[in-house]
């Protein structure tokens, strides 16, 4: 491979070449998987597509977690697109106002509300061999049809309730973190937060400033790490839109210092542990004087095995005078408060949920048919598999943008999807000059791909023993990526046609393809 092309693949400055087809392409979707699809088919001359979003705008996780306190745990120079940088952020970690007020300035830049079809709900998709047709089915009863279809869904979509007794029964107000009302007061509130994940140390430090009594649920601590925020200054911005090089190298310096961190996040290597371990219980040690506090704090699993979140005031605000931290979750819930474990009753005007979302490691976005009617919920029986994370074999046409084993834990999700967008584009390129009806990953190839994931991920932190979102209920982790985000653009630098059946528009029988599967 020529180091020009290298190059390229990397720069985010780089054009795609322009595609003459009339497919029709479905997005679903409309956050930033959604919109950034979008934006590299107009790139590429593509006009053909729809985006359909459940919601009633754009923006997706970023529209939906509004509570006090949202922010991003990624440098907001590496979350946001490489080809659409802003020069203007006001600190070095976005919060969400300000992300979703990007999100919304990049869907009309590109013009991309009039391919939007709001408040449409997936409910099942199915696919026609013979005609390489995708039937959409929507939630109002109708059905679309699509050459390609882009699932940018996200993991992080559906809110997962706490499975507690009683909840259904409690009297007061009830909130998830991705469903809050921003009408209810908490002003003088004897509130109770249920969970001690990335949106609690978020949310926690700013009910905690306005409750009369905050109760905090904590059934397993998780590592945290010190958050290098900061303001970044009007001048610092405006250079930044002087020279638009410099913001390049900016975040190029961002996801090269993330990618060095990556081994002490990823590998269950001992010392790289110890190192992680040391800088977590020192952030404990500095922020929480009491050995009482610091034991409830810190994990009893190996960091990494979780999620490792970052916060500046998650420790000081369960050390106020109004906050106590229980180190267990609910024994049950009555009309008026919780009943601890131990069994005292704690009476409250409000419940916050912050207990995160579900993560389908098995289930399918959406009912999914693919050849032969075969389902995607019974190909994923064991755990999702996908090619590259991007095409999962026996669902022709059909590309996962944050599909399985392709989430990151040290970098920006971004940098992984951005590459998979290029990857849908080279396979619609290829079906487009080779008029195709369809493509379909090989069985072989798709294999092969997902036995090295699972054996590299036997030498992962998030393997070492404790339970988590991670991994499916037979201990298989289908969500992460065990690798570096630049290994991964190079294993989809290049759409290679000889690991995919081709079908011809005008064939009747599937054709062989001229090489054998790499």
Known sequence: MAVTELVSRFNPLTTHPKIDTDMHIAIVGAG???????????????????????????????????????????????????????????????????IFDYIKRCTDKYKLRQHVRFNTTIVGADFDEDTGIWNVHTADGETLTANVVVSAVGALADPAWPRIEGLDSFTGKLMHTAQWDDDYDLAG???AVIGSGASAIQVVP????????????????????PKPDRPISAEKQAEYQESPSKLYRRRAKIYWINELFAPF??????????????????????????????????????????????????????????????????????????????????????????????????????????RQGVDLNAAWDDGAEAYKGVTVSGFPNLFFLMGPNTGPSHTSVLTFTEQQMDYTLQAIAHMAKKKLRFIDVKQAVQDKFNHGIQWRMKYTSWTSGCNSWYLTDSGKNTTLYPGFNWE???????????????VKQSATKTARSRNKAA
């Not at 939906?64 to 490489?82: E, K, W």
């Not at 700013?206 to 945290?224: D, G, M, N, Y």
């Not at 190079?490 to 995919?500: D, G």
């Open 32 to 98: 930033f998987s959604g919109l950034g699809m979008a934006i590299r088919l107009k790139e590429a001359d593509v006009d053909n597509f729809t985006i359909l979003e459940r919601g009633s705008e754009v923006g997706g996780t970023w529209r939906d977690n509004h509570y006090p306190g949202a922010a991003c745990d990624v440098h907001s120079h590496l979350y946001s697109f490489s080809f659409e940088q802003s020069a203007t952020w006001s600190r070095s970690f976005g919060q969400q106002p300000e």
């Open 189 to 191: 509130k004897r509130v």
């Open 206 to 225: 700013e009910v905690a400033k306005q409750a009369e009594q905050l109760t905090v649920f904590q059934r397993t601590p998780s590592w945290i790490m």
């Open 265 to 370: 996040v990823i590998s269950d290597f001992g010392p790289f542990k110890r190192v992680a371990e040391n800088m977590a219980k020192g952030h404990i040690k500095k922020q929480v004087k009491d050995p009482a506090m610091r034991k409830q704090v810190t994990p009893d699993y190996k960091i990494g095995c979780k999620r490792i979140l970052i916060s500046n005031d998650w420790y000081p605000a369960l050390q106020r005078d109004n906050v106590e931290l229980i180190s267990d979750g609910p024994a049950k819930i009555t009309e008026n408060g919780i009943v601890t474990q131990d069994g005292r009753t704690i009476e409250v005007d409000a419940i916050v949920c912050a207990t995160g979302f579900k993560v389908p490691s098995k289930a399918a976005p959406f009912p999914t048919k693919g």
């Open 488 to 502: 991964y653009k190079l294993r989809l630098m290049r759409f290679k046609p000889s690991e995919y059946e081709e």
